[in-house]
């Protein structure tokens, strides 16, 4: 079933319903999270970043397994964090700062794997792509940045290169929003709104802006249809703009060039949107402290959830696992399973040097059928990894893990070898290169 989780910017706890039935499930307490600051985890639990003052100089960000009503992981990061993401697998969890860093960790032991200065202020919003290989960015700062995350743990290219960021979009002039992607016809874009009451369309292949829409009123929220032909805005007027994108050109309407509908019915400022692409619903929430479905085919509200207290500034939408004859047990065993993989809390310092954590980190894409890269893998790492298993005993899974980083250091050392085999025809092509510029610098009568 679609779980609707939505959260409030004061203690008003973590609301969860059932999409299809209305019936509120268990409802999480103690949060109090910032906009784009409440994200599942792999599917496996909810982690949220906890802010209750705008201006305060220390945050937390907490755990929620499924069925316990309760945090019962706290983190304390160096600064307080106003955006988090995590990837589709969950391995990694995301956040940006009051000062412009982005902070990147790994779930399973909590390390803090990177940490890097991304915009001059602060960062509203964070979304993987949809391999998370890319990380967007938006800030106060009206800038727009792509990171590669294969650029950002690769320390060779990461010296080579001028800047970090793939992508540094900088035509909006106030504050970022939200941010929203989109996969129309095997063309990756994004779509920012910001405070300047403009949503802009990017082009990732050819990175640059392809669309400039201006709203009557400021966006605070996007979601992109599943077709992709249309976007809707929620707005602080109250309205919920539909704007064309798929489209090379749009009639213009009352609303505005681009903008050819809205959905009217909140009696206050829209904060934030989801979109349920099995149910083809757009869920809605408001400072009204309302959560609306709405059904974009005939645009009406199918059902309402009521928010415990204070406006709504988070909706995310979560599919579990549960078929229609499965017994409540069931659910509760599957929800106690999840309980246990909940991971320990987030590192608030590196307790390494970048550079050592750049050899021990490993970067994969999800559904690939490719291995791990090892050069991100030292082979001493690996050598004291296998010193440390084998004084363990000789159990068969200690046995299989070092068969397997023997396997890894094999690898690594065999991409050594290549390395230096590429530097040396490389280095022989150039000396002939050379050699011949000379020889026929000669034959033409000319000093070498």
């Known amino acids: 079933m679609d779980l609707v989780i939505a959260s409030s910017s004061v203690d008003g706890g973590i609301g969860c319903w059932d999409l299809l039935t209305g019936v509120e499930q268990l409802r999480y ?73 982005i902070y990147l960790w790994e779930v399973a032991t909590g390390r803090l794997l990177k940490k890097w200065h991304a915009h001059y202020r602060a960062v509203t919003c964070l979304v993987f792509s949809e391999d998370n290989s890319l990380l967007i960015s938006g800030s106060e700062d009206g800038c727009v940045r792509v990171w590669s995350l294969f650029l950002i743990f690769d320390d060779f290219r990461r010296q080579q290169a001028s800047h970090l960021y793939e992508y540094s979009f900088t035509e909006h002039t106030l ?115 309302m959560v609306r479905v709405w059904n974009v085919r005939n645009q009406n509200i199918t059902r309402m959830f009521r928010h415990a207290k204070g406006p709504v500034n988070n909706i995310i939408i979560v599919r579990r696992p549960i078929s229609s004859g499965q017994a409540e047990s069931n659910a509760k065993a599957s929800s106690r399973k999840h309980e246990l993989s909940l991971p320990p809390p987030l ?18 894409l999800p559904n690939s059928n490719l291995p791990p890269v090892p050069s991100y893998l030292s082979s001493q790492l ?49 000396v002939n290169e050379l050699l011949e510029g000379e020889q026929m610098e000669v034959s033409e009568g000319n000093p070498p």
């Open 347 to 364: 590192e608030k310092y590196a307790n390494s040097t970048d550079e050592d954590m750049d050899d021990k980190t490993i970067i994969t």
């Open 175 to 289: 504050r970022i929003t939200d941010i929203a992607m989109g996969y129309g016809g095997g063309n990756a874009i994004i779509v920012s709104a910001s405070e300047d009451r403009t949503c802009k369309v990017w082009s990732l292949s050819r990175g640059r802006l392809v669309r400039n829409i201006v709203f009557p009123s400021i966006i605070d929220a996007i979601a992109i249809d599943p077709g992709e032909h249309v976007f809707y805005a929620g707005s602080r007027d109250g309205k919920i703009y539909i704007a064309a994108l798929g489209a090379e050109s749009s009639p213009s309407s009352s609303f505005g060039s681009h903008i050819i509908g809205s959905l009217s019915d909140h009696g206050k400022a829209v904060t934030c949107m989801a979109y349920s692409t099995e149910e083809n619903f757009l869920l809605s929430g408001s400072e009204d402290g």
């Open 29 to 101: 307490k103690t949060c109090a999270s910032p906009s784009h600051g409440l994200v599942t985890v792999g599917g496996r639990f909810l982690a949220s970043s906890q802010l209750r003052d705008p201006s305060a100089t220390s945050g937390h960000v907490l755990y929620w397994s499924w069925s316990k009503p309760r945090p019962e992981v706290k983190s304390f990061p160096a600064e307080p964090i106003k955006s988090l993401a995590a990837n589709s697998e969950g391995t990694y969890i995301v956040g940006g700062g009051p000062s412009g860093d």
């Open 382 to 430: 690996i050598s004291d990894h296998i010193k440390e298993l084998q004084q363990r005993g000789s159990s068969a899974a200690a046995e299989l893990e070092v068969e397997r980083l023997k396997l890894d250091c094999k690898r690594s050392m065999q991409m050594v070898h290549q390395w230096k085999k590429i530097y040396g025809n490389l280095q022989e092509f150039c």
